[in-house]
């Protein structure tokens, strides 16, 4: 009896066996079409710009080239307002399926150090995608300025100290931190205009009423073609192949000198892994298309295309780089 009463047990923990392992192999076949369904309806990327902008035109090319990829539309909704915290705090509390995208900046790296009160918190809110491109700015100059380089405008700001003065495009801007960073690291002091936005900065810089404006490329592209600006240098530490002739400020005798503008796209924190991975694949195939090569020439765009901890450690830098700049700076939220 006492052997009979094993082999039924035994028998039992066999059958629990096979109905346990029978579970999980059900468990993940409900599993995976869920992932391989992704995506299953239309994507938004948020922008917290808006429209016409370079932000808006870089999320606008990414939409339509992933639409074809991903199988669904993507498409662009504007949110603007409090220097990118409004769109960007709309991602940090969506749901993290996926749905719901960030096409971040060059804010969003500064903020934190501008803002101590972010409704959001840019490291643990939001999961990277993928780096997209990075981005230089120009120094720029009237073309009737005594000023043709680089080394003239250190010498010309040494002699007149506080005299001569540079365009910015609202506080913590590219265009703002860029010439901040010229000043420590040239020791040279030039007074701040801030405008709202680069058309009205670049009007008074037609018009002789401001010096120089460290300016983006889609801003300036057109007019240093047509010789209404002279271009002095690009901020990023290599050449740009968009401006090949035009040597980079750390070259031109400040070095050390690098600033420069990226794109990122971003997902609320904690959306699956394998959405990560689709979307992050997607991304690097739509940089190599053609769109986006003709935007590498039209935007002064350096393609970038990497993985999520690409994105990841890039911000990082940026962030404590831009932290001591503003710090230094006394730079204050207007």
Known sequence: MQESKVTYLSGAHRRLQIIVAA?????ALAVTPVRAEYPAKTIKIVVPFSSGGGTDIIARTLAQEI??????????????GAGT??????????????????????????NPSLNSKLPFDPRK??????????????????????IKSIADLIAEAKANPAKLNYGTFGTGTSAHLAGELFKSLANVNLTTVSYRGAAPAIT??????????????????SLIGGGQ????????????RAFPDLPTVAESGVPGYAAESWYGLYAPAKTPAPIIERLNKAVAKAVQSPAFKRLESNEGLIMVGGAPEELDRYVRDEEERWRKVIKDANVKVE
């Open 229 to 240: 600006l002279r271009a002095l240098a690009v901020t990023t530490a290599e050449r740009s």
């Open 23 to 27: 579970m999980s192999v059900l468990a």
């Open 204 to 221: 008074d810089l037609l018009g002789g009423q401001i010096d120089v404006i460290f300016t983006t490329v889609a801003s300036a592209a």
């Open 125 to 146: 809110d939001f999961a990277a995608v993928s780096l997209i491109a990075r981005s230089l700015n120009i120094v720029v100059v009237n073309p009737a300025s005594k």
């Open 85 to 110: 915290v409004i769109g960007t705090q709309v991602v940090a509390t969506s749901e993290p399926d996926g749905y719901t995208l960030l096409l971040a900046s060059f804010a969003h790296a500064v």
């Open 67 to 80: 639409t074809s990829d991903l199988g669904k539309p993507v498409i662009i909704e504007n949110k603007p």
